[in-house]
């Protein structure tokens, strides 16, 4: 991300904050990751704001999440694997641990 860009987007971020207090110091905060671009910019977003040291202290505590839903398809597997490996190396790079929670929300209950 343009560093121009992330400078206006954190200032904005910045001025949310500010009139409705959504992050506080020593938070955790649950970031539900699809592998989607909002969701790499989020992160890229929360990551540098709360590396700002005047604004949080203690800083909050950023947790990825990504929902593997276990879909059967095989190219829907191939287009998961391929994010997964993705939001794996690039939140590890920011410095956190991707949490998965599967779940397999596609089949059908069986009523008798």
Known sequence: MAKDLTSRLIGLICKANND????????????AFSGGKDSFSLLHLL???INIKVFFQPPPTIFPLFIDLSFPSS????????Y???IREYSAKLG???H???TAIYEKPSFQ
Do not use: K
């Open 75 to 82: 190219l829907l597997l191939q287009i998961q694997n391929n």
């Open 84 to 86: 997964l490996e993705e």
């Open 96 to 98: 956190y641990f991707l």
């Open 47 to 49: 990551h540098e704001l």
């Open 100 to 102: 998965i929670s599967t």
């Open 20 to 31: 409705y207090q959504m992050i506080e110091p020593q938070d955790r905060i649950l970031l």
